[in-house]
């Protein structure tokens, strides 16, 4: 059974970089999306972006000129970075594993909260 | 950038009844990637349709999705204790959106 958690900093300096990274255990990432979300109260569900097993990444319009997701298949996993965070970037953010999005996001990590402060 | 309106926002049902949600596209959309979620409280979003009409694995055969182009439909046909939660609309164009959602309650 495929298993994603998100490990990295649960806090975070204002203007510094957000960095997780997904580990995945019980399967292989390879042929597979890696994607990243966020979530808030006042937003709601967000999409961060994907990243594929050959490199080849998709953004959020809205964070592209921030974000910068990466993959490992040697070591089974994904990583996000978020330059120049404010409070606003403050979340709890999950990762996911899909095959192509046809067949919906079907395997995710349990999230875990950053939270943008000084 | 297609944006997707869930209604009702909040329903409020007995168990055993039927609960039908909405997600209407702002314009028309390729119904392969047109997918709806479940989210409990403190959880991660759980995958329960995917292609407008598919179910996932293990998604009891109590919800049902249907609909096209614009209008789409979650339904759960006699509803559980469990299926408090809100539900969400997920669409894949070149970029991926999610509808506001809506909640469930069971009374």
């Known amino acids: 059974q495929v298993q994603l958690q998100e490990s990295g900093p649960r806090l975070v300096k204002p203007s510094e970089t957000l960095s997780l990274t997904c580990i995945v255990s019980?399967?292989?990432?390879?042929?597979?999306?890696g994607s990243w979300f966020r979530q808030t109260p006042g937003k709601g569900l967000e999409w961060i972006g994907y990243?594929?097993?050959?490199?080849?990444?998709n953004y959020n319009p809205s964070l592209k000129d921030r974000v910068t997701l990466s993959v490992d298949t040697s070591r089974n996993q994904f990583s996000l970075r978020l330059t120049s965070v404010t409070a606003a970037d403050s979340a709890v953010y999950y990762c996911?594993?899909?095959?192509?999005?046809?067949?919906?996001?079907?395997?995710w990590g349990q999230g875990t909260t950053v939270t943008v402060s000084s | 950038e297609v944006v997707l309106t869930q209604s009702p926002g909040t329903l409020s049902l007995p168990p055993g009844e039927r609960a039908t949600l909405s997600c209407r596209a702002s314009?028309?959309?390729?119904?392969?990637?047109l997918a709806w979620y479940q989210q409990k409280p403190g959880q991660a979003p759980s995958l329960l349709i995917y292609?407008?009409?598919s179910r996932a694995t293990g998604v009891p055969d109590r919800f049902g999705g249907s609909g096209s182009g614009t209008d789409f439909t979650l339904t759960i046909s006699r509803l559980e204790p469990e299926d408090s939660a809100v539900y969400y609309c997920?669409?894949?164009?070149?970029?991926?959106?999610f509808g506001g959602g809506s909640r469930v309650e069971i009374q």
């Open positions: 996911a594993r899909s095959a192509d999005y046809s067949y919906g996001v079907d395997v």
């Open positions: 314009q028309n959309v390729n119904n392969i990637y």
């Open positions: 019980g399967g292989s990432l390879s042929l597979y999306y």
């Open positions: 292609g407008a009409s």
């Open positions: 997920q669409y894949y164009g070149s970029y991926l959106n």
């Open positions: 990243v594929k097993y050959s490199g080849r990444t």
